[in-house]
């Protein structure tokens, strides 16, 4: 069981930043890869980005891409979310989840370990 909790979210203006953390619990979280998700109000829930158990690969949306980096500390069991030039389209509740399925892990449903979520919103 691995239980997840994410903070840093808030209100930021157009071209700022912000940096998510998502904190496991559990001996495992070095197991796991990770990723960080987000959902806006109507529209379906969507991959943002994901890094590997190890932390040697990674993925991003291309909405994303060149903006936010992914990052883990296997020793505080957290995984970070640096986003920079952040625009309205951002906002959402950001969530981090935790899979063992590397094959899958830019599909929400290969995920067994949800976080609560953080909201972020983007004002222009």
């Known amino acids: 069981q691995v239980q997840l909790v994410e903070s840093g979210g808030g209100l930021v203006q157009a071209g700022g930043s912000l940096r998510l953390s998502c904190v496991a619990s559990?001996?495992?979280?070095?197991?796991?890869?990770m990723g960080w998700f987000r959902q806006a109000p109507g529209k379906e829930r969507e991959i943002v980005a994901a890094i590997r158990w190890s932390g040697g690969s990674t993925y991003y949306a291309d909405s994303v891409k060149g903006r936010f980096t992914i990052s883990r500390d296997n020793a505080k069991n957290t995984v970070y979310l640096q986003m920079n030039s952040l625009n309205v389209e951002d906002t959402a509740v950001y969530y981090c989840a935790a899979t063992r399925t590397l094959s899958a892990i830019t599909n929400r449903v290969a995920y067994d370990y949800w976080g609560q979520g953080t909201q972020v919103t983007v004002s222009s």
């Open positions: 559990g001996r495992t979280f070095s197991s796991y890869n």
